[in-house]
Every structure is written in C-alpha cells, then in structure tokens.
C-alpha cells in the first residue's frame, strides 16, 4: 500500500471527526468555520479534464432571497479534476460564517483561465476544456442552465465555534458530454457534496481470476429505490473511481447501505451489499471473471440544440450478496450529437434507460451474447 494512500485513510478518519468537533479559529460565539474542498471520480478517455473555479458560495435555508449568497471563497484557478482522483482532496477554501442551517452551495465557473501551464506545457486554450488520449484538446461548451453558477442543494448546519467540511465530489466520467464528429463537447456537472459528518470509507483491491491485478476497473457505489417517480431515478450512484495501477480504490460515502458495483470491460459485473459507519473505512475485494463482451448499438437522432444531451444508463440485476436481487448500474454515458455509439458488454440481459431533457425516457430489455450485437433507437 502506498504512502499516499495510507495518508489518505487516516485523512478521511480525521474528516469525520471534523464535522462535528469545536475549533478555535471561529472568530465570535454565533459563528463557526466552513471548509469546502473538490474531489473527482477520474474518467479514463481522457488525460486531463480541466474547469476553471471562480469562486465557492452557500445560502442559508431561511433566505429564499436570490441575492443572499454567501462567498466562501473566491478561488480562480482552472483545476485538472484527474489530479484528484483516488481521494485527493483540492481545498477551495474556508471562511467564518454565521451559525445556521444552509441549504444551497454554488460553484461559480470562470470565463477565463488562470495562467499556469496545462499537462501538456502549454498555456489553457479554454476555461473548461478536456486533453483525450490523442493529446487533442476540446472545449467544453457550458449549457446556458450553469452559466449562472452550478447550484447544489444540500443541508448542513454551522455550528457556533465549529468547524463544518464540504466535499464537492465532481464527477468527470458522467459530466463531460462528448459529441464525437460533430465537435459539440458540452460541461454538463454531475455532483454530489458530502457532508464530512456522515462521511465513511471504502477501499479494497480488484483482481482476476489468476490472481492479477486490474487496473482502470470501475467503482461505484449505489442506491436502488423501486419508489422513484422516473426509472432515471431509481438508481444513485454516490461516489465513483478507477482502481489504480496496484488494483485498488478507495471511495468516500455517505454511511449506510450501498452496493458497490464493479465493471470492466473484458468481465462479468461484480457487486456487493455493504453496510458502513461514519468515520471508519470498510475493506470489500472483488475478483472479476473474463467473459466475452458483445455490443451495444446505440443509434440516437434530433439532437439540435445546444444543450441536448442524451444519457444511456445500463442495468443489471444481481443478488450483490444478498437474498434479494437488486438492480444496479454497471455503466452510464452521455451523448450530444446525433450518431451511432458502441457500448462493450459482457453477455447478460440488461435495462437500458435513455433519458434526457427533451426526451421522455425509454427502457429497453436486451439480451447480449459474445462477439453479438444488439441495437437500439434513441429520437428526440
């Protein structure tokens, strides 16, 4: 095990306690300190994902006011969001606020870079922008919903003389919408903010059969709700990571029940029920099975506008270890042009949910073998 990684065990130990102890920093008995910080679920298509960060801002839950933004910090920096993948934390920044329960945090994106040098060596072509395994850079267009600040809700109380911790976990796998020939790349945030008082842990190492490791494996952590309004729903997925040259990962979770997930091209899906506790981490292994993938054809048409997009959600049912079946997502990608995309699956009956803003959402069955294809088609 790495020293970094040892390092950030005992971090996240350290986080938990932080949401809930004293601190002297605060500057007057009515108010307490809060910390944000940002985090990523890497994405393996590209090299580097860059956002530029104007500034952090919360609003407390008795301000219905638009204009009753707090700001925490402002922060202007573009950040690769792979630099902090497999716990790395990048501070935002902290500032003395009143106590009070909040409802609301922003994340105010820049319109223009900062000036330091990019992977490449090269000034920032763009405020948001990704680098693809080629060493191409697109831009990354932000739909006109955003412009005006990515708004989170999520509750959490400042306490007098405390000392609160925010994580933003951006998910850069699920946000960046690529668009293939027609160069239409779009910025579509998906994120979660954690709360460091709830907040509990989860590493472990994916293997093969023969005992190798597997890097690049994708680890999620999941909730099923056969409640939910909209089959888009049914499934959250609160956190997210590739395991690292060694085969391990480490997530950060609200504590509780999920089902951790494991999917890898080249394999069966892997999953299991786990139940954790706030300020301890929790060891689960997985090895994966080698299978034959078929293919998934996905042909979508009457994406016009801007901000179009179209998500493909793929779904499986499996015991995780249980006695009852669940359902979970092994894998879900987002699309922004017309086209026809190919999805690697090993064979397996699957749900595929497309749903998008101006799509009303579809379920399809489909049953994949090896070396098959499948098809389906997605119009706006």
Known sequence: MTRRFISILAALALLAVAGCNSSSSSSSSGAGDLNVSLTDAPASAYKAV?????????????????NGWQVVEIVNETINLLDLSGGILKDLGTRNLPAATYNQLRLRLAIAPDAEKNILGTDHPFANYVIDSNDDVHELKVPSGYQSGIKLVKQFTIEAAGLTKLIIDFNAMKSVVEAGSSGKWLLKPVIQVIDTVTLAGVQGSVTDTPGSDQQGALVTAQTYSAAATLPED????????????????????????????????????????????????????????????????????GLTAIDDSV????????LCGGSLSTLYEMTAQSFAADGIYLIALPPGTYSIVASGENLTTV????????????????SL
């Open 50 to 66: 860059y956002i530029s960060v104007n500034q952090v801002e919360v609003k407390q839950s008795s301000n219905d006011d638009d």
């Open 234 to 301: 049914e499934i959250t997925v609160h956190a997210g990571t590739l395991t690292d040259n060694r085969g391990s990962y480490l997530l950060r979770v609200p504590a509780g029940e999920e089902t951790l997930v494991v999917f890898k091209e080249g394999f069966l899906p892997a999953c299991q029920r786990i139940s954790t506790v706030t300020g301890t981490t929790l060891t689960e292994d997985f090895t994966l099975t080698a299978a034959t993938s078929g293919t998934l054809s996905v042909t979508i048409t």
């Open 311 to 318: 998500t493909i959600s793929v779904r499986k049912s499996g």
């Open 363 to 378: 379920t399809y069955v489909r049953t994949l073998t090896s070396n098959a294809t499948e098809t389906i088609s997605v």
